[in-house]
């Protein structure tokens, strides 16, 4: 989670759980399908989170689409990562 991100913002914490999107039961593919929707859309993505014994609902203002994080090399010749991704 981002710092002044999306989730930030609608109160999201370490440990919640995603029970529920835009009313229906968490899945992957429902929240993959509810990011692309919202991109579409611009509809706030509504979520039901269980923390423990509270359960609450927060809505996430994203329409930025599925994202895929890479990782880039920063600096040159080899570095802990490269040696990790060796073939041996």
């Known amino acids: 989670m981002l710092w002044e991100g999306p989730a930030f913002r609608a109160g999201l914490t370490a440990g919640d759980t995603i029970a529920a999107i835009n009313g229906q039961t968490y899945s992957d593919a429902r929240l993959k399908d509810a990011i692309t ?5 611009r509809a706030p993505i509504r979520l039901v989170l269980r923390a423990r014994e509270r359960v609450r609902e927060a809505s996430i203002d994203y329409a930025g689409g599925l994202r895929y994080p890479r990782l ?17």
């Open 37 to 41: 929707a919202a991109q579409r859309t």
């Open 72 to 88: 880039e090399k920063t600096t040159p010749g080899e570095a802990g990562l490269d040696r990790l991704l060796t073939a041996r």
